[in-house]
Structures are given as structure tokens and as C-alpha cells.
């Protein structure tokens, strides 16, 4: 079995898939669209079809994602489509960029690709609050 890669905007997604609304609590997530992952919202999205329901939930990288299909890890909600998913072929969307965090400073960067936590995470700094011994102590040893 072939199984394709696809990524989506969020925005594609929506056109393409179009979520239906959260219809159990008219204050949910996601401008309304999210289900939560317990009580009657979970228990509606099993009862769906799964080529239907979607799971949006943290990735490796630090950013958040919507999935095609069930899951369970790191998940922080589903989401019905009107439009069915193609079996054999897994869906991306990424909804947020992996951040870092800084101990220190309690600044937030957008680490798209991770560079500044590889660097910095051991340090528990980041560029900005880091010395400049630090950091060429960091270069050496990397
Ligand atoms: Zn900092």
C-alpha cells in the first residue's frame, strides 16, 4: 500500500475538508469547530465515521497540528470534516510553529526549524540574555 504525504495550510484545509461546527458546546475551541477529547464532545466524534474526524495535537517539534484520523497522543482535540479523508494518505496541517521558551528571561521565540532550542536549550537561555562567553562556550562544544 502506497501511503502519500500531504500537507495543508489551515486555511486549505477548511476549503478542502470543511469542519463542522461543535454543535455540543457553542463556546469551543477553534472559532467553535473543536471537540473536546473527554466527556459527550469525545463520545460524539467516536461515534463518526474516522475517515471524518481529525486530531489536532502537539507535534515532536514543538508546533501543533491537525492530523487526519484518531489518536491519542499528545492530542488536544478533535475535529469532524464534512469531507472524508483518502485512505493511504496521511494529512499534515500544521497551526503553530515550535516556540522556545527561555528559563531565564521568560521570552518566547518562534523556532520554526528548532535552531534556537538545539542551541540553547541545555543553557536555559536564549541569544538575548546569554553571555557572549556563554554562547562561545556553547559553540565550542557543539
Ligand atoms: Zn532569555
Known amino acids: 500500500m502506497t501511503n502519500n504525504f500531504i500537507e495543508l495550510t489551515e486555511e486549505e484545509w477548511f476549503e478542502q475538508f470543511k469542519p463542522v461546527l461543535n454543535h455540543i458546546d457553542d463556546n469551543a475551541s477553534f472559532d467553535g469547530y473543536m471537540f473536546e477529547t473527554y466527556g459527550d464532545e ?5 461515534e463518526q465515521d474516522v475517515h471524518h474526524i481529525w486530531m489536532y495535537g ?5 508546533g501543533s497540528y491537525i492530523w487526519s484520523g484518531w489518536g491519542f497522543v499528545n ?5 469532524i ?10 494529512y499534515q496541517i500544521q497551526v503553530s510553529i515550535p516556540f522556545y521558551f527561555c528559563e531565564n528571561c521568560e521570552k518566547e521565540w518562534e523556532d520554526p526549524d528548532n535552531l534556537i532550542s538545539d542551541k540553547f536549550w541545555e543553557l536555559q537561555k536564549c541569544p538575548d540574555c546569554a553571555t557572549i562567553e556563554e554562547i562561545k562556550e556553547l559553540e565550542e562544544t557543539q
Open 42 to 46: 469525545v463520545d460524539y466524534v467516536k
Open 58 to 62: 502537539d507535534g515532536d517539534d514543538g
Open 75 to 79: 492530542r488536544i482535540g478533535y475535529f
Open 81 to 90: 470534516t464534512e469531507v472524508p479523508w483518502v485512505e493511504g494518505t496521511t
